[in-house]
């Protein structure tokens, strides 16, 4: 059996401190100027994109493969076009699916608040989950942007699982430059009537995440609390083992790279901000080819190795949603999210570098319908094994992994999510995600 | 040969049960229930004094191998016996070898023994019986806001003999055998995410390791000289000095137990918790015997006892993020330490010395504030955050006395103005000052491809004496094996000769005796 192209490349890497200056390496790191952007990743040609049609989109049949030939006719239409540069590529492979639809549990919608509204910073207030809080979305409604977002945020899935990842950073032409290995748990707190548990109903969801490599972040574990009330900021705290205690840590700074990743806090799942710091506007809606359902984590091809290769797309309505930062010292100028019209959850993402209205950096979102585990066989992760037989009946989507790439570097960051839900009992919970439990772990 | 053999093919199995037993890595698995990780690392330390000639004072290297079995799960051990309420449970073993090949390199080393270690530093069982846990075994067990200085983080005493304090602490911890439980509470009346933990240590009574050969590169010798006194002068006669050091330290028994406990828990945001420790001074006081001691012709017998007085340990720490004003986590600890032990100068009055041992124990206060802050400084890098993290800390006797010492010296003996060859005395001309502080600044970032070159900012500075440490560090991590670290140790002070209390530029950074360091650090990673 061959190597694996990663392989290769990692045993073809030269090591600096045998190729010349250390301080010529570290300057050129440190300080090289940013890769020339292709003219095509502008804001503005992303916005004509999005108001263009795409009136081959219905000409797709279940079972067809795109390549490089449909670019034209399928491809450009159908992918947004500051990706591309990077989804479009000599020898690609998309398997169109139909498109499906996937109904959300058969409890959502039941026992929810209805006494919540926005308030004038676009915030929703008193809601608690159980249900999308606004299940229709009208074009001319000026609310129509920060409607769609909310429903993202709150959408059935999100939490309630075990999920070990693996995630990888690659430099271009595949180059791996470190390689994360971690697991999360999470679990929502409120829904609807009532709260996970008892006496807790001010939380929104509770999660943990521990490396388990490399070694020097093994058994780094974080412990994060959200709150219904979207003023108030998150709760967090981290164990580190070489300090063997928690350490309380700020969550309103959500605009720096972290862990050498290439997305900020606020990248996560499209948006993860605040939205009461940005303004917002309804693009309306746009077909575009979305990893929904895939069959499996799909594996990463094109020049640099960096997006979804031979994976399943489907053909998908989705929102496009406008976020424009409001504070000068933010990256952003823009941000663009393309949100599922049915199931809100997120397909791609692009931000725009405030110097120059270019990509600086996009998402986006492998997702698999809960209930495929019926016929199609579940990828277990390198380190652990799962039954994800127990996601069936579940009816909702989970997060198989995600590319994200900074444009600028140019670099990406990979990762494979292998989640299997999980109910956890409300006595588990209070114990599971407490305090506590950060006190000390694995050393 | 055959054992050496044997061990070589023992290591040669583990490492390639490791490296083959799965895919994965970091943490090995190496069967569903048994888990694997560890490290080799070879560190360099060049001692250059004054920037001038570079000595080699350090060649370490360290192999450490790190077990965890999940021997219950889901209330079923080893896959069969129903364990009812306990859910969980596992057993931990991080083992540890370390070998300081300096001593067989180098000439001037002669006599010395070699610094080496091999032990199973730490053992514990984890168990998860909600809402309680507990962990029995060998363990670190750390309390408290602080970095590097420390106030509640007394339960284990340190290993200072290798590198001073300038490893990381849960490398020179010394593990003690304790029970360490927590009942999880969660919310009750105006508290959240509320615990209360207790820590029992029966018997085990370790002290901080300090090394006190002179010969030795990281030698504490205080302000003076790197000799031992041999003289003491007494009138103006010049005699030998044997001393005999008694080593009073608690015996092994129960009733020399240590324990403690702490109510932690969020009232509104404040995340804080109050903490009691019944424990003993891991830093010895000398009561000198001085009934015990003789003059002959020629040598002064006299006798010291190191006794370790019990302490009490009473605190209180909070951390609060701030999220809208300053974007930082504001930290406190404030202890108050009741039995600390202080020298007391010789012919000190009965009020202060109603023993004449020049020995007492003393009532310390600790208040430490702490700003922890991710901060853009885009000129320096426009894509990550410096983590800037600030201590500030004061000390203060509550009670106090002039005739109080500090760290006594040896300095040469002199008779009638002359400098007698060979012959070293004490002296201790050092009064401490009843309020002390020193202040720390930490800034650290990253670089390159997946942030793989991380540079570490580190400034500790004692404002009455001046006198001051820094750390220049960078790290590379080649690949997800090999890590290089680069770092320099700077020793420094800005005017005068005063001795402060911490250990940094004052004491370290003395003429021709600064401990400047360059530290080369390889480390292979599973």
Redesign the interface.
């Known amino acids: 059996m061959g190597k694996s192209k990663s392989e290769v490349i ?1 045993g073809r890497r030269c ?1 600096p ?1 045998f190729n010349g200056s250390i301080l010529v390496i ?1 300057l050129s ?2 300080f090289s100027a940013p890769s020339q952007a292709s003219s095509d990743q502008s804001y503005e040609t992303l916005r004509q994109w999005i108001s263009a049609d795409s009136p081959n989109a219905n000409e797709l049949t279940p079972g067809q493969h795109l390549t490089e030939k449909d670019r034209e006719k399928y491809l450009e239409q159908l992918i947004p076009q500051s990706a591309w540069e990077y989804y479009i590529f000599a020898g690609m492979d998309m398997e169109i699916g139909a498109t499906g639809h996937y109904p959300a549990p058969q409890n959502w919608n039941q026992k929810s608040a209805t006494d919540y509204q926005l308030d004038e910073q676009g915030v929703l207030v008193g809601f608690t989950g159980g249900k999308f809080p606004f299940p229709e979305i009208k074009p001319d409604d000026p609310e129509a942007a920060q409607k769609a977002t909310w429903n993202m945020l709150w959408r059935p899935g999100t939490d309630n699982y075990d999920m070990p990842m693996v995630t990888w ?1 690659r ?1 271009e032409n595949g ?1 791996l ?3 994360m ?1 971690f697991v999360g748990v999470s679990a929502t707190y409120a829904r609807g009537d009532h709260s996970l548990v008892p ?2 109903e001010e939380v929104k969801s509770k999660s943990i995440m521990e ?8 058994g780094t574990k974080s412990m994060t609390i959200t709150y219904v009330d979207h003023y108030k ?1 998150n ?3 981290m164990y580190m ?5 928690p ?7 959500r605009t ?6 290439d997305m900020i806090k606020e990248d996560a799942l499209g948006f993860s901000g605040k939205v009461y710091e940005n303004n917002w506007t309804y693009l309306g809606k746009r077909s575009v080819l979305a990893t929904v359902n895939v069959r499996d984590n799909p594996e990463f091809g094109g020049p640099h190795l960096w997006v979804p290769h031979k994976a399943r797309w489907e053909v998908r309505e989705s929102h496009v949603v406008l976020i424009e930062p409001k504070a000068d ?1 933010h990256p952003y100028s823009y941000r663009i999210v393309f949100i599922d019209a049915e199931t809100y959850w997120t397909h791609w993402m692009f931000a725009f570098d405030r110097e120059d209205d270019r990509l600086l950096r996009m998402n986006q979102h492998f997702l698999k319908y809960s209930e495929s585990y019926a016929t199609e066989v579940a990828q277990q992760a ?4 799962q039954d994800y037989s127990k996601n069936l009946g579940y009816n909702v989507f989970l997060h198989l992994g995600e590319t994200d790439i ?1 444009a600028k ?1 140019p ?1 990406a960051t990979l990762t494979h999510c292998y989640v299997k839900k999980r109910n956890f009992s409300a ?2 919970a ?2 599971f995600y ?3 439990n950060m ?2 772990g ?2 | 040969m055959i054992r050496q053999q044997k061990q070589v093919a023992l290591a040669g199995l583990l490492l390639g049960t490791i490296f083959f037993a ?6 090995v ?1 190496i069967t ?1 229930d048994l888990e694997l ?3 080799v690392n070879a560190k360099n330390v060049v001692r250059a004094t004054n920037f001038s000639n570079g000595d080699l004072i350090m060649q370490r290297n360290t192999a450490q191998l ?1 077990g ?1 079995y999940y021997f219950l799960r889901d209330s079923k051990a080893f896959g069969r016996f129903l364990t009812g309420r306990l859910e969980e449970a596992t057993l ?1 073993v ?1 083992g540890r070898s370390i070998y300081d090949s300096v001593y067989d390199l180098r000439d001037s080393y002669d006599g010395l023994e070699g610094k080496s270690e091999s032990k199973i530093r ?1 053992v514990f069982v ?1 168990m ?1 019986l ?2 309680f ?1 507990l ?1 029995l075994g060998r363990q ?5 806001e602080t ?1 590097n200085f420390r106030a509640l983080d007394v339960i284990n005493p340190l290993d200072l003999s290798w590198h001073w304090s300038q490893e ?1 602490w ?1 490398d020179i911890r010394i593990p003690l055998w304790m029970a ?1 439980g ?1 009942v ?1 509470i ?2 009750i009346g105006p508290f959240e ?1 509320s ?1 209360v ?1 207790a820590v029992w240590v029966p018997n085990d009574f370790e002290s901080n390791l300090v090394e006190t050969d002179p010969r030795y590169p990281w030698a504490f010798y205080g302000a003076g000289l790197p000799e031992v006194a041999n003289s003491v002068i007494i009138g103006d006669q010049l005699y030998d000095l044997d001393v005999t050091v008694r080593d009073q330290r608690p015996r092994r028994e129960l009733e020399n137990g240590q324990g403690g406990f702490r109510f ?1 828990a ?1 009232w509104g ?1 404040i ?1 804080f918790s109050l903490n009691y420790y019944y424990g003993f001074s891991a830093t010895p006081g000398v009561k000198v015997r001085s009934e015990l001691a003789e003059l002959d012709i020629d040598t002064l017998h006299t006798a010291v006892d190191l006794v370790y007085p019990r302490t009490h340990v009473v605190g209180l720490t909070a ?3 701030e ?2 004003y300053t ?3 504001i ?1 406190l600890e404030t202890t108050v330490t009741k039995g600390i032990p202080v020298a007391i100068e010789p012919g000190a009055p009965l009020g202060i010395d109603p023993e004449q041992d020049q020995f007492d124990t003393v009532s310390q206060m600790v208040v430490m504030l702490g700003l ?3 901060t ?1 400084i885009r000129p320096l890098n426009k ?3 410096f983590f800037i993290s600030t201590q500030f800390f004061w000390r203060r006797y509550l009670d106090y006395s002039s005739h109080y010492q500090g760290v006594s010296s040896v300095v040469p003996a002199t008779i009638g103005g002359a400098t007698v060859r060979d012959r070293f005395v004490s002296v201790n001309n050092n009064t401490p000052d009843r309020d002390e502080f020193v202040i720390t600044f930490a800034a650290s970032t ?8 991380k540079p570490t900012f580190v400034l500790a500075y004692d404002p009455r004496s001046t006198g001051a440490f820094n750390r220049l560090s960078l790290e590379y ?5 090999l ?2 670290n680069v770092q320099q140790n700077l020793y420094w002070r800005a005017s005068g000769d005063e001795q402060g209390p911490w250990s940094i530029g004052d004491m370290f950074g003395r003429g021709s005796h600064r401990r400047n360091e360059t530290v080369f650090n390889l ?1 292979f ?2």
């Open positions: 990692w090591h401190f570290v790191q440190c950073l430099s180059q430059d470190r390689q290995e006496g807790y490396f388990r490599s490399p070694r020097d972040m093994a900021e709760s967090g705290w083992p070489a300090q063997r205690k350490r309380r840590t700020l969550s309103s700074e720096g790279e972290s862990m050498g990743m010292n390198p380190f652990v094994k900074n570097k670099h006595a588990r209070k114990q407490s305090l506590r006190t000390s694995r050393r | 799965s895919s994965s890595w970091g943490i698995n569903d990780e560890g490290f790190e965890k931990t991080i730490e984890d998860v909600p809402p846990t962990r670190q067990v750390v309390w408290g970095d990381p849960e360490r927590i999880d969660g919310k995410e615990f933990e932690k969020i945001d995340d951390n609060f993020s999220e809208k974007q930082s986590v930290r922890d802050r991710p853009w894509l990550r955050t990253s670089y390159g491809r997946a942030g793989r070159w991590l080649w690949s997800k094996h890590i290089f480390t990673q599973f």
